[in-house]
Nanobody, 114 residues
C-alpha cells in the first residue's frame, strides 16, 4: 500500500506562483509519480509525471510554466507552478504508480484569480 500526502495549494493571483509537495510512504517500489488535476465539470487530466530515472512528461498546457521534480527515491515529488492562469484552477491530485496499480492523494485546491 502507498499513502500520499499533499500540501501547498491555495489562492494566488494570475501570474503568481505556487509550489505543491507530495510525500509518499508505505512502499519503496513506486516507479512513477505525478500530478493530475480536475476542474469542476471536467475530467481528471494529467499535469506532469516523473519516473525513477528523472524523465519527465508535461501536459502541453503547462509546458514552460510548471516544473516537476523528485528526490530520485520516489518518496517526494514537487510541482513548481509559475505564471499561473485562471484556467489552472482545479483540485490537484498526487499520483503514484506501483506494479500496475495507481494510488491517489486526497487532493489540494489551487485557485487562481484574474
Amino acid at each position: 500500500q502507498v499513502q500520499l500526502v499533499e500540501s501547498g495549494g491555495g489562492l494566488v493571483q494570475a501570474g503568481g506562483s505556487l509550489r505543491l509537495s507530495c510525500t509518499a510512504s508505505g512502499s519503496i517500489f513506486i516507479s512513477v509519480m505525478g500530478w493530475y488535476r480536475q476542474a469542476p465539470g471536467n475530467k481528471r487530466e494529467l499535469v506532469a509525471t516523473i519516473d525513477r530515472s528523472g524523465s519527465t512528461n508535461y501536459a502541453d498546457s503547462v509546458k514552460g510554466r510548471f516544473t516537476i521534480s523528485g528526490d530520485g527515491a520516489m518518496t517526494t515529488v514537487i510541482l513548481q507552478m509559475n505564471s499561473l492562469k485562471p484556467e489552472d484552477t482545479a483540485v490537484y491530485y498526487c499520483n503514484a504508480a506501483l506494479w500496475g496499480s495507481y494510488y491517489w492523494g486526497q487532493g489540494t485546491q489551487v485557485t487562481v484569480s484574474s
